[in-house]
């Protein structure tokens, strides 16, 4: 069965610092990579994707993946307080094609 | 302006009552979920549909039914609530295999 890993499960870090979570894949067949990230008391919201090996950045947002080593990451670069949420990863399975979450690392920022 | 709505927000019912969650999308989305959302065990998936009438189910279906008779719309049945039950419930769409819109979510408590 497929299983996502990620860590750490929380984090506090200081306004202004960068963070890195990550997220560690069973199953090698997996394909098609999200970073969801969902506020207290609101739905999950897709941030990024990747479908292949490689970096994509977005503003203070950069995510890896390394389908090798089944790892997938999310970096966080000058984080705000509003980066303040719980961060799923997810991904689709190579076998069943069913998309799998993670359970979460909760982030918090401190101004 | 791409939106999954959900009803009710918040739901309490006694065990052993009739439960319907309604969830409509406005983006002609072909696949449509239920997922449930608790402390520790994060988000589990409950059904998922492909189409109108094309309904599969997920992880976690045990107690819970579900139909789908218009593209836009996806309800959740819990006949018969049970205690264990109470949990936050997102519905979620996406076209074929890209990413997920999730709607507000449903508190429901079942007393």
């Known amino acids: 069965q497929q299983n996502v890993q990620q860590s750490p499960e929380s984090l506090i870090v200081p306004e202004g610092a960068r963070t890195s979570l990550n997220c560690t894949f069973s199953d090698s067949a997996s394909q098609y990579f999200w970073w969801y990230r969902q506020h207290s008391g609101k739905a999950p919201k897709a941030l990024m994707s990747i479908f292949s090996n490689g970096e994509k950045e977005e503003g203070r947002f950069t995510i890896h993946l390394n389908k090798a080593s089944l790892h997938f990451s999310l970096h966080i670069r000058d984080s705000q307080p509003s980066d303040s949420a719980l961060y799923l990863c997810a991904g689709i399975t190579g076998n069943t094609r069913k998309l799998i979450f993670g359970l979460g690392t909760t982030l918090q920022v401190q101004p | 302006d791409m939106k999954v709505t959900q009803m009710p927000r918040y739901l309490i019912k006694r065990m052993g009552e009739n439960v319907l969650l309604e969830c409509g999308q406005d983006m002609s989305h072909e696949t449509m979920y239920w997922y449930r959302q608790d402390p520790g065990l994060g988000l589990q998936l409950i059904y998922i549909?492909?189409?109108?009438?094309?309904?599969s189910e997920g992880d976690i279906p045990k107690g819970y039914r579900v139909s789908r008779k218009k593209r836009e719309h996806f309800s959740l049945i819990l006949d018969s609530a049970k205690t264990n039950q109470t949990s936050v419930y997102f519905c979620?769409?996406?076209?074929?295999?890209?990413?997920?819109?999730f709607g507000s979510g449903t508190r429901l408590t079942v007393l």
């Open positions: 979620a769409s996406s076209s074929g295999q890209e990413t997920l819109y």
């Open positions: 549909s492909y189409d109108v009438d094309s309904n």
